[in-house]
């Protein structure tokens, strides 16, 4: 089970999730209360074990833009969870390890979601950051060969039936683990990756399982 935490803010914030065991850490560039700049997030990537996965969130941004930040930032991966086109999102890729394109639950282009050539689909409530929970029957519309991950209103206390039901490759969390916006809050954030784990014991094994080592680039 590959655990991402999302809109991290802080290096207090990104170490505690890292030796709370999670996989991967998520940075938001969108217009958002967890919003942050390039220069910061890189003061913090810096510092992190080579391992991690670390995410540059956008939404709508030129391609071009997303690979000039995600550089400045010492990102290795791209979520994008705009209305991306797939040639936008292939573009991306072509100059990036690892994407991850995001959907809200119920569009009608989860079903072409393949046409973007991502690495990963992310399916998230139509009001991302909000946490609210989606149908999860509606990951139905995911092609059957993608890694999967789910989000929206994910929390200590669904995630284990989330996993459960939609035997996803991924779980991505953000405002369930948080005191406030932007803040994470210890205790829930290693209630739900204990949970996560517990629901899901095969853990997600880092670079070995994805088409590249982080460090050999």
């Known amino acids: 089970m590959f655990i991402k935490i999302c809109g991290i803010t802080s290096e207090e914030d990104a170490l505690l999730a890292v030796a709370l065991g999670a996989d991967s850490l998520g940075f938001v560039f969108a217009p958002s209360p967890r919003q942050m700049a390039a220069p910061r997030v890189f003061d913090i990537t ?30 290795h991966a791209a979520q994008l969870h705009g209305h991306e086109l797939p040639s936008a999102t292939r573009a991306v890729r072509a100059h990036t390890r690892f994407v991850i394109k995001a959907f809200a639950a119920g569009s009608d282009d989860v079903v072409h979601a393949a046409d973007h050539g991502a690495d990963a689909i992310l399916l998230d409530s139509a009001s991302p950051g909000s946490g609210t929970v989606f149908d999860w029957s509606l990951v139905s519309d995911v092609p059957v060969d993608a890694r999967l991950l789910i989000a929206g209103g994910l ?63």
């Open 155 to 217: 929390t200590a206390d669904n995630v284990a039936t989330a996993i459960a039901r939609v035997n996803p490759w991924g779980v991505d969390v953000a405002s369930g683990v948080e005191r406030e916006p932007g803040r994470k809050d210890p205790v829930k954030l290693q209630r739900f990756i204990e949970a996560a784990r517990a629901a899901a014991p095969v853990p997600y094994l880092g670079p070995d399982e994805l088409p590249y080592d982080w460090e050999d680039e």
């Open 46 to 75: 810096r510092r992190l074990p080579p391992e991690v996965m670390t995410v540059g969130v956008f939404r709508d941004e030129h391609p071009d833009r997303v690979v000039d930040v995600m550089r400045a930032a010492g990102l």
